[in-house]
């Protein structure tokens, strides 16, 4: 039978918004990150069967002690409990003290899963995509958008990053302060796509998931408190807020997206733009650039300006080009192509657009800011061929409507 709708919302919710919770609690007990999440998932579907009898008081609480429960079963099942002797008894003490006892607060330790999943011994790409998976709760197929790769691909990449960890005997540990330097900017980039995915989700019906946002930037105020004298830490959680500060005016009251340029600059959080600011002046004056300072001062010239006409965009055509010296990607240079554009540069802007074509074939964004610059161009054929593409490759409801909308106004 199956459950009832508002069941499945649910448990649907407590999935997407304690995973990362719950998974790292579950490392810490089981240093073991096939099984915790396989355990977290025969909690869930557990949930299925007993929550329509009654929700529990406390979700979290039930799924983490049904998940250990599970666990045990399967290190049973799979006749490693000799082995794992030590591992079964605290799981089992453990199950006794909640079964007697009100549920004590879950421990938090996404920290610890952050830096693990971020280890040297996996590659770069790896450590983000791990990361994603187990701690933001992203879908094998979100993460594959976030890389423009393919969901097969990427699902092989995973198990092969649990594989290593699992084999390399890995800790489930916060590293020493000596050791950060190794890990510190695979763990920003992973907080920074968990940011990207929320601002602009690649799948489930809405253009924006505001608990990812904010989750993002949970984590790096954590991470702000532990490093509390990083200029990059700063930067990246300037660029969060200041970025995350527009939410408000990014769908109109219909729902349909907005532009930036035709935002209700009234409706954005002035609280939350003027805390990035002043972080992102603290990390400048520590004088140690880096990728996510340049990125919070690209953020903050556009919410500084009181109106698209006042944005300062050969300001930001010069902070593009030192990006580039730190991320020479296809993006960067879509994104200094746009403030290149309007900064009246518009011949210069298509020829670059040209010149990074292939590399950014399926990237939604490339294909909307060219049919933009080509329809100001005069160029509406090719624009309206640009608008088409950008709309097959929109995963959004909202993004379709608002760039038909801009297709359909282009002049004949």
Not at 297 to 324: C, F, K, M
């Amino acid at each position: 039978m199956e459950a009832a709708p508002g069941i499945t919302a649910a448990i649907d919710s407590v999935a997407r918004e304690d995973r990362g919770r719950l998974l790292a609690a579950l490392m810490a007990a089981l240093q073991d990150f096939q099984l915790a999440e396989d355990a977290l998932q025969d909690a869930l579907e557990a949930a299925l069967v007993h929550w329509p009898r009654g929700i529990p008081t406390d979700p979290r609480a039930w799924l983490l002690r049904v998940a250990r429960r599970k666990a045990i079963d399967r290190i049973r099942k799979a006749g490693r409990w000799r082995d794992r002797a030590e591992d079964l008894a605290a799981l089992a003490a453990a199950d006794q003290v909640a079964a007697s006892e009100p549920p004590p607060e879950i421990p938090d330790e996404r920290l610890r899963l952050i830096f693990t999943c971020c280890h040297p011994a996996l590659e770069p790409k790896s450590r983000v995509a791990l990361t994603l998976r187990m701690l933001g709760g992203l879908t094998t197929g979100e993460i594959a958008a976030a890389f423009l790769d393919r969901e097969e691909t990427m699902g092989q990449r995973l198990s092969r990053a649990k594989r290593k960890i699992a084999k390399a005997g890995i800790p489930f540990v916060v590293p020493a302060p000596e050791d950060w330097s190794q890990r510190l900017n695979s763990v920003l980039t992973v907080i920074y796509l968990i940011f990207n995915e929320g601002y602009r989700a690649s799948s489930g019906g809405k253009l924006v998931r505001v608990d990812l946002c904010d989750e993002a930037i949970w984590l790096a105020r954590m991470l702000d408190g532990l490093v509390p004298d990083d200029a990059e830490v700063e930067g990246l959680l300037s660029l969060m807020l200041t970025t995350h500060a527009r939410r408000s005016a990014r769908l109109d009251d219909a729902g349909a997206m907005v532009a930036l340029d035709d935002q209700d600059r009234g409706l954005w959080d002035r609280g939350m733009l003027a805390e990035g600011l002043e972080l992102l002046d603290r990390a400048l004056a520590r004088r140690a650039p880096g990728p996510f300072q340049i990125k919070a001062a690209i953020s903050a010239l556009h919410g500084q300006a009181d109106s698209p006409e006042t944005t300062d965009w050969r300001q930001l055509v010069l902070l593009y080009d030192a990006l580039l010296a730190h991320e020479a990607t296809a993006v960067v240079r879509l994104n200094r192509a746009v403030a290149l554009a309007e900064a009246g540069g518009l011949a210069a802007c298509l020829r670059a657009l040209d010149a990074i074509r292939v590399e950014l074939e399926d990237y939604q964004p490339y294909h909307a800011a060219r049919a933009d610059l080509l329809a100001r161009s005069g160029q509406w054929a090719a624009a309206q061929d640009a608008y088409r593409m950008a709309i097959a490759l929109s995963r959004s409801g909202q993004e379709r409507r608002f760039l038909q909308r801009r297709m359909n106004g282009l002049s004949k």
